[in-house]
């Protein structure tokens, strides 16, 4: 099985001149979220038309991606250029930037919106864009898989010593958060773009299997092929007070860090704080059983700033 790359995680960057939100009603918005093959999708509307089919990918850094058949039936202008690239390092390529005047959802408007334009794959079938984790810097994002709703709030998280909120950094735009792997804290991505719970082959190399490592698709970034593999942990995985009993994780040769996708994202109610830092994970259980994902991770595409262009800068 062969995956196309997907745009998101890893090492992304914001675009300089971000969008900016203004809400239309109350502190307090939401708007229902399909969940399709584990990942969130919700309704958009673009310089008032739609709605439009998106993805939301906290692992994704940049305020946005559309289509190039979105981009050119809205007669988008083109504000820049981005270089696209993915986790391993290796090949890249350059991709417009275009600006939307305003792009709403869950009755909050965000205006002057920068796009990378690029193809952007769906698993359900047609997707026409991607919300990355920087658009929502200025509200309590809170993506609510058990009762399919994106919330969008006013408001901070506070800290409860690493039992339900956690801290988490972004350097590149990205939320990156501490879990425990056989009781080893490890740093993980935050990614609600990504197919399952992925371990590093660095980390993969020490751990102890009750189902052995055994190749089940093949991966390619925009420039190599990689075999993905699977497995089931002899340990257990923990996320705060939470614990992931013997999962069924994935073994990813092009990711530095633990990835910890849509499908262990499932139980939870996930509040981000990106003005705090604070993440806040909620469920009605404490423990789970992670099996194989829909499909296998895809190779995640990262855009970096372009250094002839002076709108394009890296967050950090």
């Not at 439009?52 to 988008?76: C, H, K, M, N, W």
């Not at 930037?97 to 690029?118: D, M, N, P, Q, T």
């Not at 200025?138 to 998280?157: C, I, K, S």
Request: hydrophobic share 40%; net charge neutral.
């Amino acid at each position: 099985m062969t995956i196309p790359g997907r745009f998101g995680a890893m090492c992304a960057f914001a675009l300089a001149l971000g969008a900016f939100p203004l809400s239309a009603q109350s502190s307090r918005q939401s708007a229902p979220m399909m969940e399709r093959y584990g990942k969130p999708y919700v309704m958009v509307t673009i310089n008032g038309r739609g709605p439009y089919r998106f993805v939301i990918d906290t692992g994704t850094g940049a305020d946005a991606f559309i289509s190039p058949e979105l981009a050119d039936e809205l007669q988008l202008p083109t504000a820049s250029e981005a270089m696209v690239n993915d986790p391993s390092g290796q090949g890249g390529q350059r991709a417009p930037v275009v600006l939307l005047e305003s792009l709403e959802l869950a009755g909050v408007k965000f205006y002057w919106v920068k796009a990378i334009r690029h193809t952007v794959t769906g698993e359900a079938g047609t997707c026409q864009g991607l919300l990355g984790f920087t658009l929502f810097r200025d509200y309590l994002l809170t993506l609510d898989f058990p009762n399919r709703q994106v919330v969008l709030a006013e408001g901070a998280l506070a800290p409860d010593g690493e039992n339900k909120v956690l801290p988490f950094r972004m350097p590149d735009g990205v939320p990156i958060a501490a879990l425990r792997v056989n009781g080893q804290r490890v740093e993980a991505q935050l990614d609600s773009g990504g197919g399952g719970l992925t371990l590093p082959e660095s980390l993969a190399a020490h751990q102890k299997w009750e189902i052995a490592p055994v190749v089940f698709a093949t991966g390619r970034t925009l420039t190599t092929r990689f075999e993905i593999k699977a497995a089931r942990l002899a340990s257990d995985v923990t996320v705060g007070r939470y614990t992931f009993t013997h999962p069924v994780v994935e073994i990813h040769p092009a990711f530095p860090l633990v990835n910890f996708g849509s499908p262990p994202m499932q139980s939870f109610a996930i509040t981000f704080d990106q003005k705090n830092l604070l993440v806040r994970l909620s469920a009605d259980r404490d423990h789970f059983t992670l099996t194989a994902p829909p499909s296998p991770t895809r190779l995640t595409n990262q855009p970096q700033p372009v250094r002839t262009t002076e709108n394009l800068v890296p967050v950090g």
